[in-house]
């Protein structure tokens, strides 16, 4: 199993960014997928997640700024981020849960996003 997280990079506050995770070797449309993310010097955080029947669910500091969404015929989740802030800058984490059952069993390698002020 392997996940391919790109789309980071820098950006000003207030612009956007759109992330991606492609996912390989395992069966994309029966497992949630999630998006972590670990500022420096911070522990790793929920950022957002999706699950393999189309909710979506949002840390309370993205919620209204960051749209999760799949494409299960590309095998690849998308969080929209929208609205970025100083704050939002992080390495960004994709993440999959394979039994459904809220432990992310498989982690991408991780994309930096800078947000200049």
């Known amino acids: 199993v392997q996940l391919q997280a790109s789309g980071g990079g820098l950006v000003q506050a207030g612009g956007s960014l759109r992330l991606s995770c492609a996912a390989f070797g395992l069966t994309f449309s029966r497992h949630h997928m999630g998006w972590f993310r670990q500022a420096p010097g911070k522990e790793r955080e929920f950022v957002a997640s999706i699950w393999s029947g189309g909710s979506a669910y949002y840390a309370d500091s993205v919620k209204g700024r960051f749209t999760i969404s799949r494409d299960n015929a590309k095998n690849t989740v998308y969080p929209q981020m929208n609205s970025l802030k100083p704050e939002d800058t992080a390495v960004y984490y994709c993440?999959?849960?394979?039994?459904?059952?809220?432990?992310?069993?498989?982690w991408g390698q991780g994309t930096l996003v800078t947000v200049s002020s």
């Open positions: 993440a999959a849960d394979r039994r459904q059952d809220g432990v992310w069993d498989y």
